[in-house]
Structure formats: structure tokens, C-alpha cells
């Protein structure tokens, strides 16, 4: 793994860059624990709306960093304290959903000090470093303690969460330690504002440890209640999962939105990722249609034909007479040529790039990212059809084999990207 720092700026996306950027951007896709999360909504506000595919990532928080950063902020009630929020993002196979799990709390050893955060945030984050490059996510937020200020955000507070935390999947959390009256507050600096401009509080839900259902909540805040989750669409009500006796409803395989089509890469979400769109004109890319595998295919010829030559043996009606004939050596199986092999490799390739640039067009249409990551998905892209354009060409299939057919049907998904990517007016890469 490289050593190279990631800013702070940069750690809402993962180290751009590296290696690691692809495995740090990509969505856990598990379904959204409806059945164990307590919905915390601040109180005298409206109970929000159902969580859809569409809206923006429900920020859910284990119950050990919510208790982690509770007794941080506790330790000395006439100071600061602040840390930093690592977790995973994630999407729901089931109903489409993203949203981003907080599993990680890195405490700051030092004072905050509100006349001047920027400074603390960008030291703190240089020693957090080895925690972050450990860690398979990304950074999903901050949190801090007032002392004097109460639950209203500093100046000082507002330009730190312009700078360096607005992303839609990121937060900041305040607390109000007090013994008699304690409060708190999330907030979302990427997609909730006010009319004047001033942050609101946020509902967000408390996850306790896997195979827990219930318990009870880590949170004292005075100015938040638990409340009756909305049905989600396409998940069962909590309690018909909790008769079930199971939590996942769909079979789970693999990590990535930028967001793919709800209820894809069954695997690690229960919601896959999102915010205000940047062009509401641009046709949503077009998720490719189930296709029969080529391996299927094969099998299903060679059926046919196994079939066809015992029909033909049975309708002989005069015996062969028996030839003996001299024993020969079993022809050895043909050894296919390397090339061949080599243009499987880069024509898998070429797919999985495919179906992570339509992912992340999916978020791109929803405002969910920006042009950068769009970008680099597309000159992934094209990479690896310049790669599979050179190796055709070094092989020559004829037409109508079974290669040049996989290389018409690549052709034409990767036309439907360039359509996309031009209609998005972002730059091609250089």
C-alpha cells in the first residue's frame, strides 16, 4: 500500500491516484439494517421522509463510535476535544439505497481551539495518517465538543466544513457534554442548509454490533428521539425481519458510486450512493441487459450436437459391420494460443470497467459526484479498449467467429460510454 499522505481535502474520496483510489471510492453492497438501526430524529422537527434511492446517503453510526467519541468529549467537560469519522460507503441491492457506515474514531490529543480549527484539523489529520492508510474506507467526518458555545456551529466551525468536509456522504457531529442536560447535534455540511444559510440538525440512525437487534442506545442527547422508521421500499418491515430470523435478503458478492442501478453487484449494499444533480438533462446511462455467458453457450452447443448424433446412430437401420482397427494414440488436447488468452483477459477487463462507468455515470446523473471521478472511470475505459483494439488486430479473427463477436458486442457498450461521457460536458482525459 502507498505511503503518500492524503489531504485532508481528498480523504472524503479515498487517495486519489493510487492504487488503493478504486478499492476506496467503491460502494459495500449489503442490504440496509432496517431491522437493528434506531432512527434518531431531532426533536420538534418533522419526521423525514422515507429513504429512496434518489435522495441523499443515510449516515448510520455504530453504536461503539458513537460511545467512543461520547466519552472523548466527556473526558474533561471545560475543553474541546475533536477527532476524526472513518467508515465505508455502502448500497443496498435490495432498494437501491446508499448510505455511509461510521465504524472508526480517531480522537485528536490535543485542545480544539474554535479561533482557529483549520490549523488543529490539518495537524491532528498528518498524525492520523497510519490509521487512515489501514483503514478500507474513507473519511467520512469530524466531530468536536463546545464548551461555551452550545449547540450553535463557529465561524471558524463553518469554514472547515466548507473546506474540507462536503462531501454528501460526510458529516460533522457536535456535542454539549453537560451532566444535567446533554446535547448534540449531526449535521451535513454537503447537502442541508437552511434559508439564511446556517446548517440544520440531521436524523441518522445508530447501529449496534452485528447479530444485535435492539439494546440499548449509547445517546443521552435531551434534544433528540428515537422515532418509528419509515417503510423503505423494497425492504421489509423490521418486524417481518425479525420473524424471518434473518438479516440479508439477497444473496451478497462484491464491493465501489459511485452509484450502480439498484439491486445489482447483489453483494455489498443496501443502498448504493447520492445529491442534487448538476445536469437534470442528461440521460441516465442505460444498465446493460442480462446476456447469456459464452461458457453457457458452448455447453448448450455441444448438447445439441452430442444430441444429434445419437438420433443419427439410432436411425440406421443396417449394422456396420465391425472393423478392427490398429490402436492409435489418443490425440493430445489442442493447447489454446496464448494470444487468445491474453484477449479474454483484457476483454474482462474492458467489461469490468464498463460496469463501474456506468455506475458512476448513474451518480453522476443524480449529482452525487463530480466530473473527476466521472473522468476517471471513462479513461479507464478507454484504456482497456485500446489494449483489446491492438491485440484483434495482432490475432485477426475472422468475421463472425466467436471473438470478433464479443469484440462487435464490447464495441457497441463502449459507443453507448462515449455518448454519455460527451453528453456530460466533462473533459476527456489528457
Known sequence: MS????????????????????????????????DRAAHWIPKRSESPAAPAPDGPYEIVVRRESLAEMSRHVSGDKRESRFGFLLGR????????????????VLPAAEEFAEDAPGAYLLRAWADAQPEFRRHPGVLLGWYHSHHLL?????EGDEDANRRYFSEPWQSCVLFVPDDARPLGCLFRPGI????????????????PDENVKGGRPS???????????????GLPAPA???????????????????????????????????????????????????????????ALVAILALIGTVIAVGMRTEPTPQVTRPMTERPTRSVIPPEITRFGEIAAELQRSIDRYGERASDFDLGRIGCDLLTTGYGSVDESFIRLVAMRSQIAPSPGSELMLQ?????????DVNRHFDASGCPRPE
Not at 479515498?14 to 459495500?28: K, Q
Not at 460507503?89 to 472508526?104: I, K
Not at 442548509?193 to 446548517?199: E, I, S
Open 89 to 104: 460507503l455502502h448500497r443496498c441491492p435490495v432498494s437501491g439505497l446508499h448510505y455511509a457506515v461510521v465504524d472508526t
Open 219 to 233: 445517546l443521552d442527547w435531551t434534544n433528540y428521539e428515537l422515532r418509528k422508521a419509515e417503510p423503505i421500499a
Open 240 to 298: 417481518e425481519v425479525a420473524r424471518s430470523g434473518r438479516e440479508d435478503h439477497v444473496s451478497v458478492a462484491g464491493p465501489g458510486h459511485p452509484r450502480p442501478p439498484a439491486g445489482d453487484e447483489a453483494g455489498e449494499i443496501p443502498g448504493s450512493i447520492v445529491i442534487p444533480s448538476e445536469t437534470d438533462e442528461l440521460r441516465p446511462f442505460a444498465p446493460r441487459g442480462r446476456r447469456i455467458s459464452w461458457t453457457t453457450l458452448f
Open 3 to 34: 505511503e503518500r499522505s492524503v489531504s485532508l481535502r481528498d480523504a472524503g474520496r479515498g487517495p486519489a491516484g493510487t492504487e488503493e483510489s478504486a478499492g476506496r471510492d467503491s460502494h459495500v453492497r449489503k442490504p440496509f439494517p432496517v
Open 192 to 207: 442541508s442548509r437552511a434559508a439564511g444559510g446556517a446548517l440544520n440538525p440531521e436524523p441518522f440512525w445508530e447501529l
Open 150 to 154: 452550545g449547540l450553535l456551529l463557529s
Open 407 to 415: 469484440f462487435d458486442q464490447l464495441s457497441q457498450e463502449v459507443d
